[in-house]
């Protein structure tokens, strides 16, 4: 449903563009709709427009008059967003599209993702490639698919489709940083499969709750302290592994998104009962504490259900439970080179145990490919000395920096000038497509900015209206200002 208030806001040619595409379903690797959307933008606007093998589009818009010598520019944003939505909205992305709103200085949706990330990014440069009165050099539009569960797109862009000069990748979220270097990722795959036992007649179901929790983005947010929905069901259920009997559990989503809500289904012997209550009520408590600040809305419960029928042995729920316990999580080491970087990390994103199979899905991020492995190959090790079969998947390069890329000057001068203050430039512990793009085209001059996005990847996810504002402002001004090419 199109929503006017968001529609009305400044720059309304972003705004517009934006609200187009929320309109549509775009799930990591079920983009179909919105690359048939903006084939037909481009088409529509006359404009030579191709999809690649992998579905990514290429949208080329000729240079401005007398902007002809300029060196030539690739806009690049990912067309994919996450889909997050709280357990009490019925929302079905699939089929709806995001429903917007406008509180104060921001933009959200209504309790779930709002595809900011990296859909304004995508709404700048169709605004760029719509737009009659832009001064701007050759512009290849690249918009990717994909890029939240595997970068698949930036990974299968095969070399020989882009001629560009200079690359700007909208995707960062802070609008005073210039981003230069950013994290690689590896996909980290934990599966063991469980006989099912046969639940007595004098026990009785339980079911415990994690709920309440931020969650965010698993680079961008992993160095906050935030709650682990995984860990926390974890601790929860060690307190009691002695008298419970395991059955389900149903914990966090995506490997992107730091998860928020568990829900484990169990048993207990009669006799045992109170036991379980005191030890879940201690152990919360603690947990309660730990997290008082940094996650005040926490909520772990401790329900009485109808009995499941069957669960694992005592050895299957140990083994499961330990191997959480021991895993890798959260920060693993800080960047010595760059203050406040975070070097590698794992997230523990999503617990599936049922039906005889139990699977953890990680990611693990590093801008060090050495260190990268170390954390999979410790996870590995973890999970494999309690009976889990491993498998790496999904591995993508950093993209390293380089403080002396003239594009570099270029925006760090124009943005002093524009807003009378120094960028901090800098790397992210995020994983953005320049490293991947880079191997298909290494002599490319690269650089990533955007708008002030909060929340990415949880339900929270707001973008700032004034930042944007900003963002369109600069990035006017970078591409009136890209410099001459070379003379041969």
Wanted: charged letters at 25%; aromatic letters at 6%; a negative charge.
């Amino acid at each position: 449903m199109e929503n006017v208030t968001v529609r009305s806001q400044e720059p309304t040619i972003v705004w517009n563009h934006f609200a187009d595409i929320n309109a549509i379903p775009r799930a990591s690797k079920k983009e179909e709709e919105i690359v048939a959307f903006m084939v037909a933008f481009g088409k529509k606007l006359g404009l030579e427009t191709i999809v690649d093998p992998v579905s990514n589009v290429i949208i080329r818009k000729p240079a401005t008059p007398g902007m002809e010598s300029r060196k030539s520019v690739v806009l690049q944003s990912h067309l994919d967003m996450v889909h997050q939505k709280n357990a009490d909205v019925n929302f079905d992305f699939a089929t709806e599209g995001i429903n917007m709103k406008v509180d104060g200085d921001w933009v959200k949706a209504a309790g779930t993702t709002l595809g900011a990330d990296n859909g304004l990014g995508v709404a700048a440069i169709m605004s760029v490639l719509s737009s009659n009165d832009l001064e701007h050099p050759a512009i290849e539009a690249l918009f990717t698919i994909d890029e939240e569960t595997g970068m698949t797109g930036a990974q299968g862009l095969e070399a020989g489709y882009l001629t560009g000069d200079i690359l700007l990748n909208l995707d960062t979220e802070e609008d005073d940083e210039i981003d230069i270097g950013c994290a690689g990722g590896i996909d980290v795959t934990a599966s063991k499969s469980y006989a099912e036992l046969i639940v007595e007649d004098d026990c009785l179901g339980f079911r415990i709750s994690v709920k309440g929790l931020q969650g965010g983005h698993s680079g961008m947010d992993i160095h906050k302290g935030l709650g682990n929905a995984n860990k926390i069901m974890n601790q929860l259920l060690k307190s009691n592994l002695d008298i419970i009997k395991l059955s389900q559990i149903d914990g966090g989503s995506l490997r992107n998104a730091i998860p928020r809500e568990s829900v484990a289904l169990l048993s207990c012997l009669e006799e045992n009962i109170q036991q379980l209550k005191e030890n879940f009520e201690t152990t919360r408590d603690i947990i309660l504490k730990e997290f008082a600040t940094t996650e005040p809305n926490l909520s772990c419960e401790l329900l009485e259900v109808e009995r499941p029928l069957t669960c694992m042995s005592v050895e299957d729920q140990t083994a499961l439970i330990n191997a959480l316990e021991n895993a890798v999580n959260g920060v693993y080491s800080m960047s010595p080179g760059i203050p406040d970087l975070v070097e590698s990390s794992n997230n523990i994103a999503r617990v599936n145990v049922g039906n005889k199979d139990m699977h953890i899905a990680s990611l693990t991020r590093s801008s060090v490919e050495k260190s990268k492995m170390e954390v999979a190959n410790a996870l590995k090790e973890t999970f494999e000395t309690n009976g889990f079969e491993v498998q790496f998947s999904g591995s993508y390069p950093g993209w390293s920096p380089n403080r002396d890329s003239p594009i570099l000057k270029v925006l760090t001068s124009i943005y002093s000038d524009l807003f009378k203050s120094e960028p901090a430039v800098v790397a992210c512990h995020a994983g953005l497509e320049c490293g991947l793009l880079g191997t298909h085209y290494p002599d490319m001059d690269m650089i990533s900015f955007g708008p002030t996005i909060k929340g990415a990847h949880s339900p929270d996810e707001r973008a700032s209206i004034s930042s944007t504002q900003r963002f369109w402002t600069f990035l006017q001004l970078i591409l009136k200002n890209i410099p001459e090419k070379q003379s041969s």
